[in-house]
């Protein structure tokens, strides 16, 4: 069962908003470049940071199409594609409704200025991946245009973490990432960027007590029940993922199954640009909070830490169906 939304399958159209806002939990709206459908928002459709959850079907045709009235693209990162679609704007396309000076994109015949671009491609072996703008990285990345593309198994199963492999019960995305809000007033890399000194400490986009009571984000479930936890790092800290000393497993990193499963942690580095799939067996009278520390990038020291509940619902049975009525699901986001 699915704890956010998503676009897709296989076919998508995004745009580039550069005008968006997220608050945080001390009140201050930080400003926020997001990819979004439509006039929709960012991750789960309720805020704009970070960016929509795109899915895919392994072995399909997939597309994913950018339009952007500034200089942008969607780099496929992790996923096996050729470099005309890969989104590094040396070698493959991106966007913009006028041309930049000096003719800003290099590679006849994979450019596409004044009209969308469509990467197109046949989507890799099922597993978790990410996009993000590869223009002006550093900057487009921190300020929030990057998300998931998870790939299903061929049949669409959205009980296995690949076919024939883990099966899970409840499924979360956890975003790992930090904000130096100094760099969101800037529109363009400079000086400003040549430090980073994050500020604020985040999971999908909140910080704080926003976390506590955030559906995507605090993990609930019934005992017995397997958790997926898609853990991606979108950040530029080393991040410490720790569910209140409950144990486990890593099955699968960076969109590949591992080949032996890790058992039996009790914590896990994600750095930047890293994914793992992690599967939690929620213990009956569960109530304990999760942390993600971020560190520096020496590991020497911590700079912040997000928090998350990590709670066993005893009005749920396993599955998800709600006590006492097991003909509806008590989750309506599937």
């Not at 400490?201 to 007590?209: D, E, P, T, V, Y």
């Not at 605090?218 to 029940?225: E, F, P, Q, R």
């Amino acid at each position: 069962m699915r704890t956010f939304t998503f676009l897709g399958p296989d076919t998508v159209s995004v745009v580039v908003a550069m005008n968006g806002s997220q608050q945080m939990a001390d009140g201050t709206n930080i400003g926020t470049w997001y990819f979004r459908e439509g006039t929709g928002l960012g991750f789960n459709g309720d805020r704009t940071i970070p960016s929509p959850v795109i899915e895919l079907t392994e072995g399909q045709n997939a597309a994913i199409t950018l339009t952007s009235n500034r200089p942008h693209s969607i780099h496929l990162h992790g996923l096996d594609v050729n470099q005309a679609n890969d989104g590094v704007p040396t070698t493959s396309g991106y966007v913009a409704t006028s041309v930049p000076m000096d003719g800003f994109g290099r590679v006849q015949g994979y450019t596409r200025l004044n009209s969308p671009f469509t990467y197109a491609f046949v989507a890799p072996q099922a597993g978790s991946y990410m996009y993000h703008c590869h223009i002006d990285t550093a900057l487009h990345m921190e300020r929030g245009m990057a998300g998931m593309i998870i790939v299903r198994p061929p049949d669409g199963n959205t009980e296995e973490v690949w076919a024939g492999g883990p099966t899970f019960d409840k499924e979360y995305i956890w975003h790992l990432h930090t904000i130096d809000s100094s760099w969101h007033t800037v529109q363009v890399s400079d000086t400003t960027l040549n430090r980073y000194r994050p500020d604020y400490f985040l999971i999908n986009g909140k910080n704080g007590s926003q976390i506590d009571t955030d559906p995507a984000t605090a993990i609930t479930a019934a005992a017995g029940d397997r958790v997926l936890i898609r853990a991606i790092n979108v950040g530029y800290q080393p991040a410490l993922v720790k569910f209140g000393g409950l144990s486990f497993d890593v099955v699968s990193s960076d969109g590949r199954p591992l080949a032996s499963t890790l058992t039996a942690l009790t914590e896990l580095w994600v750095t930047s640009g890293e994914r793992y799939d992690i599967i939690l067996t929620m213990p009956a009278a569960t109530d304990v909070t999760a942390s993600v520390e971020y560190w520096n990038v020496r590991m020497a020291a911590i700079l912040g830490t997000a928090t998350a509940p990590v709670v066993e619902d005893p009005t749920l049975f396993a599955d998800g169906f709600e006590s006492g009525d097991t003909t509806r699901w008590s989750n309506s986001v599937e």
